[in-house]
T-cell receptor, first 113, second 114 residues
Framework: KQEVTQIPAALSVPEGENLVLNCSFTDSAIYNLQWFRQDPGKGLTSLLLIQSSQREQTSGRLNASLDKSSGRSTLYIAASQPGDSATYLCAVSSGGSNYKLTFGKGTLLTVNP | GAGVSQSPRYKVTKRGQDVALRCDPISGHVSLYWYRQALGQGPEFLTYFNYEAQQDKSGLPNDRFSAERPEGSISTLTIQRTEQRDSAMYRC????????????FGPGTRLLVL
């Protein structure tokens, strides 16, 4: 059974700092990996989707890397802003089902002005 | 609409009552998913549709839970004889076709069973 772990569970940083969120998964036979952002009272917003054949994806100040063989992904946020404060969730599809996402518990990020 | 919509946003019900949760996916999206999220946890998969066909219902906890998507668009998740342990956020997502594409999530329905 696929298990996804996110470290740290919570992170507080001053504005402007670069930061890294970590995600690990137990079964390396994944189809893809997605990073989401969750804001209170709102849905999950997809940030980046990395297919299993890819090593990284970039969108603006966000960069996600994938090392499938070691079962790890990182989300790098450059020049953090208070508006980046949210819970960040990592999810993988695997186990013969490319549609069934297995999520981690998330990292709660607080960026202080 | 521009995104996935769900209704109601909040539902409070008494134990033993039936509830129906609605999901309206992004127009043209073939694939639709239901997830359940407990406080402090990530969402857990419940079921998956392509068009009107329920392709996978392996995540439904028991036979009190059912879902349908009769015309390949709007979907309803029904919970019969609700129990307190059913209290959670129920999230719907859609994608253009299948799991290779990004899943777009709705705002969720917060269900509270008293």
């Amino acid at each position: 059974k696929q298990e996804v772990t996110q470290i740290p569970a919570a992170l507080s940083v001053p504005e402007g700092e670069n930061l890294v969120l970590n995600c690990s998964f137990t079964d390396s036979a994944i189809y893809n990996l997605q990073w989401f952002r969750q804001d209170p009272g709102k849905g999950l917003t997809s940030l980046l989707l990395i297919q299993s054949s890819q090593r990284e994806q970039t969108s603006g100040r966000l960069n996600a890397s994938l090392d499938k063989s070691s079962g790890r992904s990182t989300l790098y946020i450059a020049a953090s802003q208070p508006g980046d404060s949210a819970t960040y969730l990592c999810a993988v599809s695997s186990g013969g089902s490319n549609y069934k996402l297995t999520f981690g518990k998330g990292t709660l990020l607080t960026v202080n002005p | 609409g521009a995104g996935v919509s769900q209704s109601p946003r909040y539902k409070v019900t008494k134990r033993g009552q039936d509830v129906a949760l609605r999901c309206d996916p992004i127009s043209g999206h073939v694939s639709l998913y239901w997830y359940r999220q407990a406080l402090g946890q990530g969402p857990e998969f419940l079921t998956y549709f392509n068009y009107e066909a329920q392709q996978d219902k392996s995540g439904l906890p028991n036979d009190r839970f059912s879902a349908e998507r009769p015309e390949g668009s709007i979907s309803t998740l029904t919970i019969q004889r609700t129990e307190q342990r059913d209290s959670a956020m129920y999230r719907c997502a859609s994608s253009s076709y299948g799991g290779w594409e990004t899943q777009y999530f709705g705002p969720g329905t917060r269900l509270l069973v008293l």
